[in-house]
Nanobody, 115 residues
Framework: QVQLVESGGGLVQPGGSLRLSCAAS????????MKWYRQGPGKQRELVAF???????TYADSVKGRFTISRDNAKNTAYLQMNNLKPEDTAIYFC?????????WGQGTQVTVSS
């Protein structure tokens, strides 16, 4: 059974940083393409960042230059480093993984940016 478990969310002041982690189990992590999505209050879920199994990365325009996605295949974990956080980054952040037509989701972790 494939499981994705996010951690690292919390309350941070504007301009602060957080690092989210997504630990995968039940599957060979190196074959997975990994994504981070977020869903803010009253908003649709949106794609924030993507890293392929070959470590190619892409980002939403709203987070370019502030967020960095990475992966550590030895630790079966993907990360989202978030710097210079803004109130509009407040959302539940979800980890997503796919291989071929199989798609997996984590349960989400809350990030709140507020003074």
């Amino acid at each position: 059974q494939v499981q994705l478990v996010e951690s690292g969310g919390g309350l941070v002041q504007p301009g602060g940083s957080l690092r989210l982690s997504c630990a995968a189990s039940g599957i060979s992590f190196s074959i997975l393409n990994m994504k981070w999505y977020r869903q803010g209050p009253g908003k649709q879920r949106e794609l924030v960042a993507f890293i392929s199994r070959g470590s190619t990365t892409t980002y939403a325009d709203s987070v370019k230059g502030r967020f960095t996605i990475s992966r550590d295949n030895a630790k079966n974990t993907a990360y989202l480093q978030m710097n210079n956080l803004k109130p509009e980054d407040t959302a539940i952040y979800f980890c997503n993984a796919n291989f071929a037509y199989n798609v997996y989701w984590g349960q989400g972790t809350q990030v709140t940016v507020s003074s």
